[in-house]
């Protein structure tokens, strides 16, 4: 129920926040050291688009570590314990057939399948999980913030609180940084 509230929060601060101010840039060392200038005076970075990873970008922006090992973990152990689950039932107590004197029980000959169902199901699961954190679903078009961003651009993304955020001396950071541009956007909700 509270992880419920915190999202139902989430998206509502979302939807009353749809403007940005954005800064573009053409480098990526300007960028990480606007950045670390705005985190620090307090305003509230949406995310950076650059074309490629910056070095130490995810930490100036206070990104969490991800928790995408954990998923994998999960998958596979779901593969592995399928695939044991079958095998030990099939050939335990549904259809024992003796092999060469091998007992029904004999647990090296599992290994291979083991392995192969661990690494499908983490693979499949993998992929879903991009797909749902990301929210690429089918029939939905992206939300490209600056088409320059994929050849040789990178852009700031600042969330403008209504009465909050000062546009202008926020816009004067993205210039005294090197900005090339700044800009307003309405959010697509």
């Known amino acids: 129920m509270e992880v419920l ?9 979302h939807m009353e926040n749809n403007k940005m101010l954005l800064g573009v840039y053409d480098n990526p060392d300007l960028v990480l050291d606007t950045t670390r200038t705005l985190r620090e005076k307090g305003y509230d970075v949406h995310d950076v688009y650059s074309p490629f990873a910056i070095h130490n970008l995810d930490r100036v922006m206070g990104v969490k570590r991800t928790r995408l090992s954990i998923a994998a ?37 599992y290994i291979p399948i083991t392995f192969e169902l661990g690494i499908l199901f983490t693979a499949f699961g993998m992929v879903g999980c991009f797909f749902i954190v990301n929210r690429m679903f089918w029939g939905r078009n992206t ?6 961003v ?40």
């Open 73 to 109: 973990f999960v998958f596979a152990m779901c593969g592995i314990v399928s695939a044991l689950s079958l095998m030990i039932y099939a050939g335990y107590f549904d259809w024992q057939i003796n092999i060469g004197g091998k007992p029904f029980f004999h647990v090296p000959t």
């Open 5 to 13: 509230m915190r999202m139902l929060k989430q998206e509502i601060q």
């Open 143 to 148: 939300d490209v913030i600056d088409i320059r």
């Open 150 to 189: 994929t050849d040789d651009r990178f852009v700031i993304a600042v969330n403008i609180h209504e009465g909050k955020t000062d546009v202008s001396t926020l816009s004067n950071l993205f210039v005294s940084g090197g900005a090339l541009e700044v800009r307003e956007r309405i959010k697509e909700i």
